[in-house]
């Protein structure tokens, strides 16, 4: 009898962590980055229709192996410094699309490290809304150089290549 109830119990424990911890926020098809017709990388931001981005920003990371122990460190050379920037517009924003390494001024731009596209970095772009006081989504388009060096023509990249028309289709049936 003790077994049966320490089992019962133990699964009611399992069963509310599980659902618990699946508890995520929503993911939608909203960033996508490609590279314009200046050579230049361009993205495009598309929160649902009456949203607004909010904790918008860029991040990259070096596509190379942790430091490991007893390595020597330091300052870390400007080769490897990490590119980003965040936006700082309380309001949030709406639809957009910019200059990745150059967003619109009145979005209070706040950026670090070398603003421009590198061969062997990842990058994420991303933001969320909210409703209220709570996080409604998060939309994001991780990618590299090379993600976007075998672009096709009008081809986007949100995650994986598609088509400008796919991304549209994409963007409209999450939300």
Known sequence: MKVRRGIAALCL???VGLTAGGCSMPFKFLVAVWIGEDGKPVAEIRPCEGDRAYSLALGSRPDVEPATAGTPSGPVPDALRETSWHVGHRDGVTSAVFPLFSPPASWQVRA?????????????????????????????????????????????????????KEFEERAEESC
């Not at 990842?122 to 969320?128: A, D, I, M, P, V």
């Not at 006081?133 to 090379?146: H, I, K, P, Q």
């Open 112 to 164: 670090r490290g070398p603003q421009e596209l590198r061969p062997g970095y990842r990058y994420s772009l991303k933001f969320r809304s909210i409703e209220g006081r709570r996080s409604a989504y998060d939309a994001r388009a991780r990618f590299t150089a090379e993600d976007l060096a075998g672009l096709k023509p009008g081809e986007v990249w949100d995650g994986d290549a598609v088509t400008r």
């Open 13 to 15: 424990v399992i069963g």
